[in-house]
């Protein structure tokens, strides 16, 4: 069962731009690090963008960075990803994780994380 929920998949252009939401289904435990992973078919997952415990530090995937913008609400236990020009090869199911390992950047390992949603389908085609 999984303990996040990611929603603000779609289908758009290339260039458009897209936000997804994590948000905390209350079934995690002393959660710091939060991140997004994406996999698209016939590979594996991959790192996208994390945002430490605080959101003072984020971390980006070289092929998202400038593009990509992680951001996080502590009221509501929430986890943002802005996607803005995007690409074909941007097309995946978009996961967030969540980790309990405390770091003052944030963890980029997908080994590392303990909590994950459902995944939400993002499609990038003119």
């Known amino acids: 069962q999984e303990q996040l929920v990611e929603s603000g998949g779609g289908l758009v252009q290339p260039g458009d731009s897209l936000r997804l939401s994590c948000a905390d289904s209350g079934r995690t435990l002393n959660v710091n690090t939060m991140g997004w992973f994406r996999q698209a078919p016939g590979k594996e997952r991959e790192f996208v963008g994390c945002?430490?415990?605080?959101?003072?530090?984020?971390s980006y995937a070289d092929s998202v960075k400038g593009r990509f913008t992680i951001s996080r609400d502590h009221a509501k236990t929430t986890m943002y990803l802005q996607m803005d020009s995007l690409k074909p090869e941007d097309t995946a199911i978009y996961y967030c994780?969540?980790?309990?390992?405390?770091?003052?950047?944030?963890?980029?390992?997908?080994?590392?994380?303990?909590?994950w949603g459902q995944g939400t389908q993002v499609t990038v085609s003119s």
């Open positions: 994780g969540a980790t309990r390992l405390y770091d003052l950047t944030c963890i980029r390992a997908i080994g590392d994380y303990d909590y």
């Open positions: 945002i430490n415990w605080n959101g003072a530090s984020t």
